[in-house]
């Protein structure tokens, strides 16, 4: 049980760490955005955005799936 406990810490260690880098990513990318006052964006920026968008999504995606195996016990 120990290992699992190891392991699952580590994992979510990783998470935090992604979801840390992940949301600093969207953050600098929707400080551009803001910089130009509902411009059109240029592409390579729009794709940026998107990206970070995408990347932050998954994250919370995979925070919500342990939040679900740790409320339904099947973690700790």
Do not use: C, H
């Not at 049980?1 to 760490?17: N, P, S, V």
């Not at 880098?21 to 592409?43: I, K, M, T």
């Amino acid at each position: 049980m120990a290992d699992k406990r190891r392991t699952w810490r580590e994992e979510e260690q990783r998470l935090i760490e992604r979801w840390n880098s992940a949301a600093e990513r969207y953050r600098v990318v929707q400080a551009e955005v803001s910089l130009l006052n509902g411009s059109v964006l240029p592409d390579d920026l729009k794709l940026r955005e998107q990206t970070a968008r995408a990347e932050v999504a998954a994250v919370r995606r995979e925070v919500a799936k342990l939040k679900v195996e740790f409320n339904s016990g099947k973690r700790y």
